[in-house]
Nanobody, 116 residues
Framework: QVQLVESGGGLVQAGGSLRLSCAAS????????MGWHRQAPGKQRELIAR???????NYADSVKGRFTISRDSGKNTVYLQMNNLKPEDTAVYYC??????????WGQGTQVTVSS
């Protein structure tokens, strides 16, 4: 099993920045890809950024150029640096781990609120 704990959410003004962290523990060796998803009120959860074991990254068009996903393998932690935040970025942000031969693991979510 893999456990994920997010931190770093909060309230920020439009144009500001936040950095989210996701600390993984447990069967770390079983993690294939890690990503960040978000869910705004009344909307479906969407994948916004992912990073593979080899370090390749992908981003949703809505955050490309503003958000950066990175990882510190020594700390088993993945980060999401969010710059130039917009009110439409307001959502609960979830960390996700795609595992080999096991169901995905999810964090508990962290609220990000961007005021205009």
């Amino acid at each position: 099993q893999v456990q994920l704990v997010e931190s770093g959410g909060g309230l920020v003004q439009a144009g500001g920045s936040l950095r989210l962290s996701c600390a993984a523990s447990g069967s770390i060796f079983s993690i294939n890809v890690m990503g960040w998803h978000r869910q705004a009120p009344g909307k479906q959860r969407e994948l916004i950024a992912r990073i593979t074991r080899s370090g390749s990254t992908n981003y949703a068009d809505s955050v490309k150029g503003r958000f950066t996903i990175s990882r510190d393998s020594g700390k088993n932690t993945v980060y999401l640096q969010m710059n130039n935040l917009k009110p439409e970025d307001t959502a609960v942000y979830y960390c996700n781990a795609e595992l080999f031969l096991a169901p995905n693991a999810w964090g508990q979510g962290t609220q990000v609120t961007v005021s205009s």
